[in-house]
């Protein structure tokens, strides 16, 4: 618990924290990136409200908007319009106190090959404010907690993907944030990695971390998430819990079994399949 | 400032980790040293040549490998691999202050330069090459030199920044070839043809190549030394500001 008071000893003064307790809250976030040919539209107006406590999941085809979500909303990039909050603190007015309260892990494992698991934990620790010594006693707990004490004085060029990945996860929690962004934290992963990321996902949220996640596989949607949104082309299309998703397709399309998240993702991002003696034929846009 | 040098531990750790990355820091400037000495030491014999005050014309030459070592902004190669790698999201991600993520890297780079200048003035040492100031200008022949690679990798940060791609970082090194050539690299300004003296008057790089001679050749000539550092002083302080500028509006 050391390590933790020194977190809060360390704190600048509270942020400026408005509105309700959602975890994280956006109103018409709009991103634009300028390109040769005009501006790219890339995320179209979303609006997001995840209550603290929750897994949220954020589904869409590549290229759909969800990493520049992530991004917009986890400081990392510029927001054209709209407004973005995280506990209440406006990420666009307050960037820093916003990444005091987040733990971010994206894409591809962000993590310099040329350190070991340990020396990437005590780094991080360290830039949120936890001096070398807290700041070691809490990479230790953190290697524990992801199953890396083994490997962690190698240096992590030699780590197989699912290492990488659970270090990233362990990184992305050196601060105990209240929200933790998680950008596709599975993809890569063969199966018996990917149920260890969830387990360890499942753990996390237990003691209280809200988690917002990206991801392209439903099943990992289905068994995780509270709640998901769709987005497609910049714009959410659905939002729920997956059991009242997979409800209202089968009442709105008058279905005589239960659809799966497949289907609803699929109705949603207006694609169709074939199913010919119970297998996928063909997904086409 | 003590987080700069957390960052900078790191980077220093990640360039102790490559040595394939330094050592051609040490081994080029070193045999660009020789060259030179071996095709233009003849021309300029010590005892009849003036500007050589004595030494032999290695000393004149000792400056140009300096600057050279100083120039290969390894540094900024690496930012480009944490660029790609998805790393420099994470630091960014962290509530560090936005200057803070410049300076690690340019304090690591100050401390490597001062390692390399160091190795290369005393294998100067070595070969006969004497630092006419003394101890103080020695201290502060390293120091100019490590000086001038804070300014010059962040240059090359700059270019990283702004094209994230190692080629393009790559080919941003090539710039201070031109520069170290519109220098009085091989005689003095004065004996130099009228249009290379221009060039050479308005090229900062002729003003520390200036000072790190006088300081190798002659006494403590503060005419020539301070200018040199006026030159890091003005260059670092623009660099700082449109690297801390470029990094606040990174997307």
């Known amino acids: 618990m050391d390590d933790v008071a020194e977190v809060v000893e360390r704190k600048p003064p509270a942020p400026e924290r408005t509105g309700t307790s959602a975890a994280v809250q956006a109103e018409a976030l709009v991103k634009h990136y300028p390109s040769k040919t005009g501006v790219i539209e890339a995320v179209r107006g979303v609006d997001l409200r995840i209550e603290a406590g929750e897994i949220f999941g954020f589904l869409g085809p590549n290229g759909a908007g969800k990493s520049t979500t992530v991004r917009m909303l986890t400081t990392l990039l510029s927001i054209t319009s709209g407004v973005a909050r995280v506990g209440g603190v406006d990420v666009a007015r307050e960037p820093d106190a916003v990444r005091r309260l987040i733990g971010v892990a994206l894409q591809e494992a962000g993590l310099d090959p040329r350190q070991t698991g340990r020396e990437l934990l005590v780094l991080q620790a360290q830039l949120f404010g936890l001096s070398a010594h807290a700041a070691t006693a809490r990479a230790q707990d953190l290697l524990a907690l992801v199953e890396l004490e083994e490997a962690a004085d190698r240096r992590i060029k030699g780590y197989s993907g699912g290492m990488k990945r659970r270090l990233d996860l362990a990184s992305a929690l050196v601060h105990e944030p209240d929200v933790l962004f998680l950008d596709e934290p599975t993809t890569g992963l063969d199966p018996a990695s990917r149920l260890t990321v969830w387990e360890e996902l499942r753990r996390i949220n237990e003691r209280g971390t809200t988690i917002f996640l990206t991801t392209q596989y439903l099943e990992e949607a289905d068994q995780l998430c509270d709640r998901l949104a769709i987005i497609d082309n910049g714009l959410l299309v659905r939002e729920g819990t997956p059991a009242r998703l997979k409800a209202e397709l089968r009442e709105r399309l008058s279905l005589a079994s239960e659809p799966t998240l497949d289907d609803v993702y699929l109705d949603a991002t207006g694609r169709t399949r074939s199913r010919v003696a119970g297998e996928v034929q063909e997904v086409s846009a | 400032m003590s987080l700069a040098w957390v960052l900078g531990k790191r980077a220093l750790r990640e360039g102790w980790r490559t040595p394939e990355a330094l050592l051609p820091t040490l081994f080029i400037p070193l045999f660009f040293l020789v060259v030179n000495?071996?095709?233009?030491?003849?021309?300029?014999?010590?005892?009849?040549?003036?500007?050589?005050?004595?030494?032999?014309?290695?000393?004149?030459?000792?400056?140009?490998?300096?600057l050279l070592a100083a120039s290969f902004g390894t540094a900024a190669l690496f930012l480009v691999e944490d660029i790609e790698g998805g790393y420099f999201d994470k630091l960014r991600a962290t509530p560090v202050p936005r200057t803070v993520l410049v300076l690690g890297r340019l304090i690591a780079e100050s401390v490597k330069a001062v390692f390399i200048a160091t190795v290369i003035v005393l294998v100067g040492l070595i070969f006969g090459i004497s630092v006419a100031s003394g101890p103080l200008g020695f201290v502060l022949l390293v120091g100019l030199t490590a000086l001038w690679a804070v300014v010059y990798v962040g240059f090359m940060q700059l270019i990283a920044l702004k094209t994230r791609s190692a080629a393009a970082t790559n080919s941003g090194g090539l710039v201070f070839f031109p520069l170290l050539?519109?220098?009085?690299?091989?005689?003095?300004?004065?004996?130099?043809?009228?249009?290379?003296?221009?060039?050479?008057?308005?090229?900062?790089?002729?003003?520390?190549?200036?000072?790190?001679?006088?300081?190798?050749?002659?006494?403590?000539?503060?005419?020539?030394?301070?200018?040199?550092?006026?030159?890091?002083a003005v260059l670092g302080a623009l660099m700082l500001a449109l690297n801390v500028r470029m990094i606040r509006h990174y997307d």
């Open chain 2, 181 to 232: 050539f519109l220098t009085p690299n091989f005689v003095p300004r004065h004996l130099l043809t009228r249009p290379m003296e221009i060039a050479a008057t308005f090229n900062p790089v002729t003003y520390l190549m200036e000072a790190l001679r006088s300081l190798i050749l002659q006494d403590l000539v503060w005419s020539r030394i301070l200018p040199g550092f006026a030159v890091v």
């Open chain 2, 37 to 66: 000495v071996g095709q233009a030491a003849k021309i300029f014999p010590s005892s009849s040549t003036a500007f050589l005050h004595g030494q032999g014309y290695g000393a004149f030459q000792l400056p140009s490998s300096l």
